[in-house]
């Protein structure tokens, strides 16, 4: 018996060990990724603004790399769109802190005041046909079934012209 509690207690140790060694590497590794992310933010902006630093650091990483890859040379949507899309998502949660950030965006990529304008209403009519939609209670297959039917009549409508 006393061979067993030996054993039991220098497994144990040795356990506490690694996992604290462990927990130490894991620790290392996200201060550099965190100072690396922070490092590439400043770089990008040419300061290191509160909002990503009311980012809890251990995800600071993750977030920033989302953020280059959606703004990056591989996305699919370009700079001024993207820009547009994210404004009018901000007017409809609201954010006043994201509309503000959006418009400048938008404009230093090149959008108008008209193109800022149809882009908040465009997201307007969003809400406003979703809620008419959900107020009424009006059945999501059959709401389906009618929308493929009115493309159908366009698309024939389109090759006529």
């Keep these: 018996m006393k061979n067993f509690v030996r054993t039991f207690i220098k497994s144990t140790i040795f356990i506490v060990a690694i996992a604290a060694f462990s927990m130490t590497l894991s620790a ?26 009311a980012f809890p650091q251990h995800a600071l990483p993750g977030a920033w790399q989302l953020f280059k890859e959606l703004k990056g040379p591989k996305s699919h949507i370009d700079a001024k769109n993207s820009e547009l899309i994210q404004l009018a998502v901000s007017a409809q949660i609201p954010c006043d802190y994201c509309i503000y950030f959006h418009t400048a965006s938008a404009k230093a990529y090149g959008a108008t005041d008209e193109e800022i304008k149809e882009a908040v209403a465009l997201g307007a009519e969003t809400r406003h046909w979703s809620m008419i939609i959900h107020g009424a209670q009006i059945d999501v297959d059959k709401f389906k079934a009618d929308f493929d039917k009115m493309m159908e009549y366009m698309a024939e409508k389109a090759k006529e012209k």
Excluded: R, V
């Design 28 to 53: 290392q590794e996200n201060t550099e990724a965190y100072n690396k992310a922070k490092q590439e933010i400043t770089q990008t902006f040419g300061i290191f603004p509160d909002f990503f630093d």
